[in-house]
């Protein structure tokens, strides 16, 4: 099977060919603008190309529910061209294939299990650390759903005490994404993180906002694996300290020694990289046979 897969992200759409063994036979990125102008170029890219599906991995918030009038809208999006906006619908008009949807991560988290980090596993939590904070869940094998989907980057966490910084998430502020996204940092300390030395404050509250909510996962979800992507976990000197919170954080309440003992294996950055979610749009396809 070919598969024409779109990880469709806040900031940049990336779409690939891709075939059934998880193979990247063609791919292209470009800025994420108005719908018009993105989705054009997309539809232009998949032109002859002779897919057999399309796998759909969006920025959220979006309507999974297909009961739903709203369904495949991005929703409550800080972007405000996209708010509202049926890409779903959009898509259909111009390809007469089928359309997988769901979010960006819970692509990624998807295509980390068949092809990555989590191979083998039926549990594993994807995290996405960058533009914004998002997260996708497999349990026993499934992607999780319900009422929406997951939204972790909006649980509610503890403010360090030495960290007057407000939040920048418009409908939280001081959420796990108010408070640890890229802009976050960039807006806290007046600069990008890549420009930030690996010894600076910044990464200490980095490391221990991200733990508070790994552990939360870890409590709430039981995952056998943490995957975290995005541009802030480019910084490599970041992981050891998130494990050192997590560990701290926990302190031995769960007893596993995959965390007492393994945890550099535990909490570790995507396997396919920067492909996870370009590779997890096309795992949707896979996972949902037509």
């Known amino acids: 099977m070919i598969i024409g897969a779109i990880e469709a992200g806040g900031t940049k759409f990336i779409c690939g060919i891709i075939d059934s063994n998880g193979n990247i036979l063609e791919k292209i990125n470009f800025p994420t603008e108005t719908p018009e102008i993105t989705l054009n170029k997309v539809i232009n890219?998949?032109?002859?190309?002779?897919?057999?599906?399309?796998?759909?991995?969006?920025?959220?918030?979006?309507?999974?529910?297909?009961?739903?009038?709203?369904?495949?809208?991005?929703?409550?999006?800080?972007?405000?061209?996209?708010?509202?906006?049926?890409?779903?619908?959009?898509?259909?008009?111009?390809?007469?294939?089928?359309?997988?949807?769901?979010?960006?991560?819970?692509?990624?988290?998807?295509?980390?299990?068949?092809?990555?980090?989590?191979?083998?596993?039926?549990?594993?939590?994807?995290?996405?650390?960058?533009?914004?904070?998002?997260?996708?869940?497999?349990?026993e094998g499934n992607l999780v759903h319900g009422l929406l989907h997951p939204e972790m980057g909006h649980m509610f966490i503890k403010v360090h005490p030495e960290d007057n910084f407000e939040g920048i998430c418009p409908y939280h502020k001081n959420c796990l994404e108010g408070l640890a996204s890229g802009p976050a940092i960039e807006k806290r300390w007046n600069t990008k993180a890549y420009n930030l030395p690996a010894d600076h404050k910044a990464w200490e509250l980095e490391a221990y906002y991200l733990a508070q909510g790994i552990v939360n996962l870890i409590l709430s979800l039981s995952p056998e694996k943490i995957i975290l992507g995005g541009g802030v976990m480019k910084q490599e000197h970041l992981f050891p300290l998130i494990r050192k919170e997590v560990t701290k954080i926990l302190n031995n309440y769960v007893s596993a020694k995959t965390i007492l003992e393994n945890i550099d294996d535990y909490i570790v950055y995507p396997q396919l990289k920067d492909n996870a979610g370009l590779l997890g749009a096309a795992a949707l396809v896979l996972k949902n046979p037509l």
């Open 45 to 139: 890219f998949f032109q002859n190309k002779n897919i057999s599906a399309i796998g759909l991995g969006c920025f959220g918030p979006i309507d999974l529910n297909p009961s739903s009038e709203n369904y495949g809208c991005i929703t409550t999006t800080p972007k405000s061209s996209w708010r509202n906006f049926n890409i779903l619908n959009y898509l259909k008009k111009y390809f007469q294939i089928p359309i997988i949807f769901d979010t960006d991560v819970n692509g990624a988290a998807l295509g980390e299990s068949l092809w990555g980090a989590g191979k083998n596993l039926k549990n594993c939590v994807y995290l996405t650390i960058g533009t914004g904070i998002g997260g996708g869940a497999l349990v």
